[in-house]
């Protein structure tokens, strides 16, 4: 089924780099929303209100602010399409995660008001009725939400969208919910053990679950998050593959929607190559990033000493102590020499974890200062310490 909708509704769909073709998917992912939740609000509306069940009833608004949130998500994708203008330069992507948010928003005000209605039940019970025929319409409505939560997944996977798969992960809470409304009635039915109230409260906490974690999870990129680590070596490793880059270090990749980013990144040249040669490899690498991996790439030259034998058994003596640290998270760049009488200092960039307390980089660079002088008298090591952008 998810095959066939998108063979008919997301022309181009394997070129999901395209801000057209990704608004296509969102077009389809709300449009999916809307109709099912829809279908899904009427009919549990009416079984709760004939099986006189607030734990249905509370089932059914969920699936209603579902179908509110499928046309927030489905606004939110047209709006994300706008391509850039004068006052935008760097398009309107974004809006997909504060449509995200808005979602969350309502998610968890409807989580509140279910909460209060479901505890109210508890103290004064109302008296339920038990039909077959609910528990079957309630059993389809799992199969739908099941199917939702595939949907999304595998569009949300293809597209890499936070927003998608935050749906899912919804859908999945309302298949739990729904369950725990079955298990209501089953157990109404069975020893006539009326815990509709009970059932309601675990119906709300599944939603306001469902809410927190879409408001986390859409935040995240808004805020400015880290680097995924995929995508970190992604661009490291494309730097890196042209002839005359040493290294690549100091990557920041600003998010401005999920199909435009903008990153920076400091690129290691051999301290002979003339400065026009430098500029013409840098821009030959930011136009292939662009067309390559459609990011717009701004880098920086950062010349180093090869050919110094004293820098190189330098960098070497560096390099093995950095490594007996026995932490790969660390590592070390820009290093050079200043020579004086009194012996030579290094300086250097050191790169450590961000979960590192102040004590520890302390400790860290006292030990590297001590074994690097313990290796040579005359060194002294200039550090100043940073941490990576990636995660």
């Not at 998500?73 to 449509?99: L, Q």
């Not at 009326?194 to 119906?203: E, K, W």
């Amino acid at each position: 089924m998810t095959e066939f909708l998108v063979r008919h509704f997301v022309k181009d769909s394997e070129n999901i780099e395209s801000v057209a073709v990704r608004t296509a998917y969102g077009l389809l992912s709300g449009g999916v929303g809307i109709i099912l939740n829809i279908i899904l609000f009427v009919v549990k509306l009416l079984i709760g209100f004939f099986s006189n069940s607030v734990s249905v009833m509370a089932d059914a608004f969920n699936n209603l602010s579902d179908a509110a949130s499928s046309i927030i998500s489905f606004i939110g994708a047209r709006m994300a399409g706008k391509p850039a203008d004068e006052e935008h330069p760097f398009g309107h992507g974004r809006i997909e995660y504060i449509s995200a948010f808005i979602v969350a928003f309502m998610v968890l005000l409807v989580g509140v008001s279910l909460l209060k209605s479901s505890v109210s039940k508890i103290f004064e019970p109302e008296e339920m009725s038990f039909s077959a025929i609910s528990v079957i319409i309630l059993l389809i409505s799992v199969a739908g939400k099941l199917w939702l939560s595939a949907f999304n997944t595998k569009l949300g996977k293809k597209i890499d969208s936070k927003v998608m798969l935050a749906t899912a992960a919804d859908a999945r809470g309302d298949v739990l919910a729904t369950a725990a409304t079955i298990l209501s009635l089953v157990l109404y039915r069975a020893f006539s053990l009326n815990c509709d109230g009970v059932i309601g409260v675990i119906v709300s906490m599944f939603v306001l679950k469902a809410g927190y974690e879409i408001a986390v999870d859409t935040l995240q990129p808004i805020i400015g998050q880290a680097t995924d680590p995929e995508m970190y070596k992604r661009i490291s490793d494309f730097v890196e593959r042209y002839d005359g880059v040493i290294g690549a270090h100091d990557l920041i990749v600003n998010n401005y929607g999920p199909s435009n980013s903008i990153a920076s990144i400091h690129v290691e040249l051999p301290n002979t190559m003339s400065l026009d040669d430098a500029h013409y490899l840098l821009d030959g690498i930011e136009g292939d990033a662009k067309r390559e991996l459609g990011i717009l790439l701004v880098t920086h030259a950062d010349p180093v000493n090869l050919n110094d034998k004293d820098t190189n058994a330098v960098r070497d003596i560096v390099e093995a102590v950095v490594k007996s640290e026995e932490d790969p998270r660390i590592s070390f760049h820009d290093l050079r020499l200043v020579h004086g009488f009194g012996g030579t200092n290094v300086v250097f960039d050191l790169v450590t974890p961000w979960d590192y307390k102040e004590d520890k980089v302390r400790s860290i660079t006292e030990s590297i200062k001590k074994k690097v002088k313990e290796k040579n008298k005359r060194l002294n090591c200039i550090i100043t310490v940073e941490h990576s952008y990636g995660a």
